[in-house]
């Protein structure tokens, strides 16, 4: 596979074909081809952009459709048919039924774009500068997100100091037996703690680059707590794992919390289209005017595939009944891993179709396991302060007989990989 024209000419900034070191130029469901014919499952759908799978044919169908009509497709902010079908649905199809109230800012066109939107309007709500993240939270690599996000890698690659922001510890980052809450709380209660009293705190209830770490539903909810006996606007961002990709369209839900402030992206689309939005509570709306802005805020054909998608798999329950039925399937594929190699240390994580095979014991495995596998025709990527996590991130409408040989795949690559790991530690014991 001739790579030269990437390596001669694009910067040494890019990452995924590092990984994946061949030419796709096919995509089809859950399936990717390379300009040689081999075919790749892909259990990676484009980093959480991909849920409804590649070129899905409802959302091309309804693409095309527009496409040959002549439609608008780049209008900032003015009014479109496009853009209006769009709010309608999202009102019909998510927020009344949720019995939500939210305004909707569209900041497009990546996630990193409503997190910089989400973190300036809190600021001006509540008058006050400082933010609280989460330790291994990932917000995006622009400027604002930059400062909330915890990974060492993207904050040396700044080049500026990056304030204004306060980690705190994520459920469960002490250790099971340690309420974060509570050190949270006695944080803000202590004025000699140090901690300036934040406009907002921003979280993910399941943290995906961070190594798919879960947030209980109790610890959620006494955030959301602490937040309102404080004076904090609570961000959610559920770029990656929103839009049904742990079973419910919000991955809040089951906690039952409103957050002041969501921020959406990666599959709103559900066409790989670029496309970002901020809801927020309406007494939050405090913007002039033109105050925040964007050229590519207004991508018609996002709106277009963003609204059918709403309509084709979220009008009833039975698509987020499939994706954790899917959930289900993986996770007892991943626990059945976990006891076949008990010498391996392994354990589960995750919530609906984003799962982890967590690599504590011998954080390098996760990566010779996704390199093993892609070898045998499977994409899939790590997570994790050490890229110690192989990240399952399949699309929601993968069919069972390409979610069950991706499984395969996983196992074969594990059982090879753990094969040539003990070969090497032979050696080096009769080396000794």
Same mark, same amino acid.
């Given at each position: 596979m001739d790579l030269e024209i990437f390596d @001669?000419? &694009?910067? &040494?900034?890019?990452g995924y074909v590092r990984s994946f070191p061949v030419i796709f130029?096919? =995509?089809?469901?859950?399936?990717?081809?390379?300009?040689?014919?081999? &075919?790749?499952?892909? +259990?990676?759908?484009?980093?959480?952009?991909?849920?409804? $799978?590649?070129?899905?044919?409802?959302?091309?169908?309804?693409?095309?459709?527009?496409?040959?009509?002549?439609?608008?497709?780049?209008?900032?902010?003015?009014? *479109?048919?496009?853009?209006?079908?769009?709010?309608?649905? +999202?009102?019909?199809?998510?927020?009344?039924?949720?019995?939500?109230?939210?305004?909707?800012?569209?900041?497009?066109?990546?996630?990193?774009?409503?997190?910089?939107?989400?973190?300036k309007l809190a600021r001006q709500v509540k008058g006050r500068s400082n933010v609280v993240s989460f330790t291994?939270?990932?917000?995006?690599?622009?400027?604002?997100?930059?400062?909330? *996000?915890?990974?060492?890698?993207? @904050?040396?690659?700044?080049?500026?100091?990056?304030?204004? *922001?306060?980690?705190?510890?994520?459920?469960?980052?002490?250790?099971?037996?340690?309420? *974060? !809450?509570?050190?949270?709380?006695?944080?803000?209660?202590?004025?000699?703690?140090g901690l300036d009293l934040p406009a907002a705190v921003i979280v993910e209830t399941v943290q995906g680059e961070g190594g798919v770490n879960v947030a209980s539903w109790r610890w959620i909810r006494e955030l959301e707590k602490l937040?309102?006996? +404080?004076?904090?606007?609570?961000?959610?961002?559920? !770029?990656?794992?929103?839009?049904? @990709?742990?079973?419910?369209?919000?991955? +809040?839900? =089951?906690?039952?919390?409103?957050?002041?402030? !969501?921020?959406?992206?990666?599959?709103?689309?559900?066409? $790989?289209?670029?496309?970002?939005?901020?809801?927020?509570?309406?007494?939050l709306d405090v913007w002039k005017p033109g105050q925040h802005s964007g050229t590519f805020r207004g991508n018609n054909l996002a709106f277009v595939t963003a609204a059918q998608a709403l309509d084709s798999y979220w009008s009833d329950d039975q698509f987020q009944n499939e994706t954790r039925r899917k959930e289900r399937i993986v996770r007892d594929w991943l626990e059945n891993i976990v006891h076949s190699f008990p010498e391996a240390g392994f354990s589960v994580r995750g919530r609906g179709l984003i799962q982890g095979l967590v690599c504590d014991a011998t954080p390098e495995l996760a990566n010779k396991i996704a390199k093993q596998a892609f070898a045998h025709g499977l994409v899939i990527e790590t997570s994790g302060a050490q890229d110690e996590v192989l990240k399952i991130l399949p699309a929601l409408t993968i069919e069972d007989a390409q979610l069950t040989r991706g499984l395969e795949l996983i196992e074969r690559s594990v059982a090879e990989v753990l094969k040539q790991e003990g070969k090497k530690s032979k050696v080096l014991k009769f080396g000794a």
């Open positions: @001669r000419m &694009e910067s &040494e900034v890019r130029n096919q =995509a089809k469901g859950s399936v990717l081809t390379d300009e040689s014919g081999k &075919e790749y499952i892909d +259990f990676f759908s484009g980093a959480g952009t991909l849920n409804y $799978g590649h070129n899905n044919p409802i959302l091309k169908k309804k693409l095309i459709e527009y496409l040959n009509t002549d439609g608008v497709v780049h209008g900032l902010d003015m009014a *479109t048919s496009a853009k209006k079908y769009f709010m309608e649905t +999202f009102e019909r199809v998510l927020l009344k039924p949720r019995k939500m109230n939210y305004t909707l800012q569209f900041t497009g066109p990546t996630g990193t774009n409503a997190v910089e939107a989400a973190l291994h939270g990932f917000h995006g690599v622009s400027g604002g997100s930059l400062a909330v *996000t915890a990974n060492e890698k993207f @904050r040396d690659a700044a080049g500026v100091s990056l304030h204004n *922001t306060a980690f705190m510890p994520f459920d469960g980052y002490i250790g099971p037996d340690v309420d *974060t !809450i509570a050190y949270f709380e006695r944080m803000l209660e202590d004025p000699s703690s937040c309102r006996k +404080f004076d904090m606007l609570l961000i959610v961002d559920d !770029i990656q794992v929103g839009c049904g @990709r742990t079973g419910s369209f919000f991955s +809040f839900e =089951a906690a039952g919390i409103k957050p002041d402030i !969501i921020t959406l992206s990666k599959s709103l689309s559900g066409f $790989g289209l670029p496309m970002s939005l901020v809801l927020l509570k309406p007494e």
